[in-house]
């Protein structure tokens, strides 16, 4: 929450405010010069993060397959969170 909470609601913030100039051209413009910085700005902090807790090779494939899940065949992130959990608490028996 702490990583992508700042740049989401500054975004938010931002689009509430130009909705009503939506029609403009030059909104549009900046608004699609502004994605990459967006993308920049969860991105940075999510890669700091994986770097802290020392993700490996392995270890990286369950978050792929979470997005890939959900991308590409609309699988509901509530699913994925249960399945985790429940594989957590498997792995967190043995």
Known sequence: MGT????FTIILAIALFF???????????IFKGLR????ALIAVPCLTTARSVK???KTI???IVAALLIWQLGVSPIWIIIVAGIGGLIYGLK
């Open 4 to 7: 992508i909470l700042p740049s």
């Open 36 to 39: 990459p910085a967006v993308v």
């Open 61 to 63: 494939i369950i978050p």
């Open 19 to 29: 909705t009503q100039f939506q029609d403009n051209i030059w909104v549009e413009k």
């Open 55 to 57: 993700l490996t090779r």
